[in-house]
């Protein structure tokens, strides 16, 4: 289902004016697997999720996805890639205010499965799987923030996504809500086989899933190229 | 869920600045909307009636001021013209119609109009009779009068009231009532749009007999000799209709040449007045709501331009859901389309509902019908041109929209 093969992609420079470098040999994850990326901050697992969802483009590698090298698509493809296969769940939920919570999971649906004949029921229902059947029509500043990240789980499900990609979706929460959402979303993968990678600094939940991927070593030094060498940058 | 949708719930959601985007935009398409509107209408107007009449002929002065006086009844008039040049061109087989004017006095300031009976069989330019009477009948008697729509209105006089005229040609406050001579109201004419509107139309022979009966008393108040050789008497202008339009500067030099007047061609005189004094004053205004309406799309410019930096984080958001960059570019596009078209039709709102709002002042003021609501090809022409500077101004966010990757901005708080 996913496969990463010898990828590599140039961060930069950090604060210490270190340039970085992402550097991922081998990484594979089956359908229906059920994955956390562990590690210190800073390591590399959000732009492994980045990576698969194609927010990010490696400089060198394979990234396959559902047999789809996304090395070798456009930015269009990969946009169509992002709706299609992959349910994005971010720490600070990433609502739009405007919106209500209906609305939402409608923009969610829009792009995500575009031909969609009954989208307002598709959403209801999700919302209602996630717990917010009674928050249609409220805006997320009215709601808790536990119920802002139901919405947010529920906008990653309603395209029907095989890969739900999570960033740290316990990060804002109190550890009750933390773990509420952590089931919620745990369960809903299992109940859907769908696959879920989940990014958490949290050992409790890491402890909870099926899989860990340690993510600590993934982002090095970057080694100068033979040009660069040279000019010395 | 359309752009359009989404986009009018973030022109909501920021809407104290959406209104001022808005207003900005619509207080310019108002000025070009009513300038323009109030230059057709007015054109149209006044060339309505100027073009009831070929010529007007009256005593030496100025062509416009002669206009004004006999068709627009404004203004003074240019001086008295021999009765007997209006008998000699009145039977000129080249002409088609003609009728004196005779000035003097007014009624609430509206003038009373010496004439004759067949005045009112005036055609109009289809060769249908110009002049309707809504109630009543054209004067038998001397004293009789028809009164014009507005006079009616304004003054609520009926057929069969009397009324008597003051001297002079706009009201004064103390200036001499004839109130030996009381007026009759035999007719009133049905609302033309044109300035016959607000005229009382009266004989010629009861404006000579008030003046002349006048005149005598003050001679004899004053002892000097009994003026009047009642053969010689004048009138103020002469209106003419030709058989054929295209004599009448032939005609006009005519009547130059053979009295002591002048002549005039309407339609000329006052297209000159609007090329002239009105086009500048047009131009000027038109320039200054021109300028109002490039700021209003800048503001939209620079209003969509914050608008697109601050949701940097929410096109990101909708990109990692999915969407294309064309798709956040039509969102931000489409919600300057939405600031534009409200500025626009807000603006056309504002623009014709103030000059419907003026229509009665302007009527009251000029005696012209404006039909408020006309939207003339020209202002099309304008409204398409802003609406087009809109949808540029527009493009420049979008095109930043489209041009972001959505990587970093995804890292944006709230």
Redesign the interface.
């Known amino acids: 289902m996913i496969r990463l093969n010898k990828v590599s992609l140039n961060l930069g420079k950090t604060d210490h004016s270190l340039s970085v470098q992402f550097q991922l040999p081998a990484f594979e994850v089956t359908a229906g697997e059920i994955v956390a990326l562990t590690g210190p901050s800073g390591c590399g697992k959000s732009t492994l999720l980045?990576l698969v969802?194609g927010?990010?483009i490696a400089d060198k590698g394979e990234i396959i996805v559902d047999g789809v090298n996304l090395m070798k698509l456009s930015?269009?493809q990969l946009?169509?890639h992002?709706?299609?296969h992959?349910g994005?769940i971010?720490q600070?939920f990433?609502?739009?205010?405007?919106?209500t919570a209906l609305?939402n999971v409608?923009?969610?649906l829009?792009?995500?499965d575009r031909n969609q004949k009954y989208?307002k029921k598709r959403a209801i229902d999700v919302l209602e799987r996630v717990g917010l059947g009674d928050r249609l029509h409220a805006r997320p500043d009215e709601l808790s923030v536990g119920q802002r990240q139901r919405i947010a789980i529920a906008?990653a499900l309603v395209?029907n996504a095989p890969i739900l990609l999570a960033d740290e979706p316990t990060g804002a929460l109190d550890p009750r809500t933390g773990l509420e959402i952590f089931h919620l979303l745990k369960r809903i993968a299992e109940e859907d086989n769908r696959t879920l990678l989940l990014v958490t600094h949290d050992p409790s939940i890491a402890r909870e899933m099926p899989n860990n991927f340690d993510c600590s070593e993934l982002i090095k030094p970057r080694e100068l190229t033979a040009d660069e060498e040279v000019t010395g940058s | 869920?359309n752009f359009f949708f989404?986009a009018w719930?973030?022109l909501?959601?920021r809407w104290l600045v959406s209104l001022l985007t808005i207003s900005g935009i619509s207080t310019g398409v108002a000025l070009v909307c009513a300038v323009l509107a109030l230059r057709h209408e007015s054109e149209k107007a006044l060339s309505r009636d100027a073009g009831l009449y070929d010529l007007v002929a009256g005593g030496k002065g100025s062509p416009l001021q002669l206009v004004l006086s006999s068709v627009y009844h404004l203004d003074s008039p240019t001086g008295n013209i021999p009765y007997k040049e209006y008998e000699r061109i009145r039977s000129d087989p080249r002409v088609e119609w003609a009728a004196p004017v005779g000035l003097g006095d007014n009624y609430l300031g509206y003038r009373i109009i010496g004439t004759e009976k067949h005045f009112f069989d005036l055609p109009d330019r289809e060769g249908n009779l110009f002049f309707e009477l809504a109630e009543g009948d054209v004067f038998q008697d001397r004293f009789d009068v028809v009164l014009g729509s507005q006079v009616a209105q304004a003054s609520g006089l009926k057929i069969g009231d009397s009324f008597f005229g003051t001297h002079g040609l706009i009201e004064v406050a103390g200036a001499e009532v004839h109130r030996d001579f009381p007026y009759r109201v035999s007719g009133i004419l049905a609302p033309s749009g044109t300035a016959q509107d607000r005229a009382i139309f009266g004989t010629l022979k009861s404006v000579w007999e008030i003046h002349e009966t006048e005149d005598l008393l003050h001679s004899a108040i004053q002892g000097s000799a009994i003026m009047a050789d009642h053969k010689t008497r004048e009138t103020t202008a002469i209106l003419v209709r030709l058989e054929t339009p295209g004599l009448r500067l032939w005609m006009a030099d005519e009547i130059r040449e053979g009295t002591d007047g002048i002549a005039a061609i309407p339609i000329n005189e006052i297209m000159r007045f609007q090329q002239g004094i009105l086009g500048p004053v047009q131009k000027i205004l038109l320039a200054i709501a021109g300028v109002v309406v490039a700021v209003s799309c800048l503001t939209v410019l620079i209003t969509l331009q914050q608008a697109a930096e601050r949701r940097r984080?929410?096109i990101a958001?909708?990109?990692?859901?999915?969407?294309?960059?064309r798709?956040v570019a039509t969102l931000v596009f489409s919600e300057g389309l939405l600031l534009t078209g409200g500025g626009i039709l807000l603006g056309l709102l504002i623009g014709h509902g103030g000059m419907a709002i003026a229509v009665d002042y302007f009527r009251e003021a000029t005696g012209l019908i404006l039909n408020p609501w006309r939207i003339p090809s020209n202002e099309l022409y304008a409204l398409l041109i802003m609406a087009l500077s809109g949808a540029l101004a527009s493009t420049f966010p979008a095109i930043s929209s489209y041009r972001r990757t959505?990587?970093d901005d995804?890292q944006l708080?709230?």
Not at chain 1, 94 to 99: A, N, Q, R, T, V
Not at chain 2, 317 to 325: E, F, M, Q, T
Request: proline share 7%; charged share 25%.
């Open positions: 980045n969802s927010l990010r930015p269009a946009d169509r992002r709706g299609t992959c994005m971010f600070t990433h609502l739009l205010s405007p919106f609305e409608l923009i969610g829009r792009f995500s989208p906008r395209g | 869920m989404m719930q973030y909501k959601f984080r929410d958001i909708l990109r990692s859901l999915g969407a294309y960059r798709e959505p990587i995804l708080s709230e």
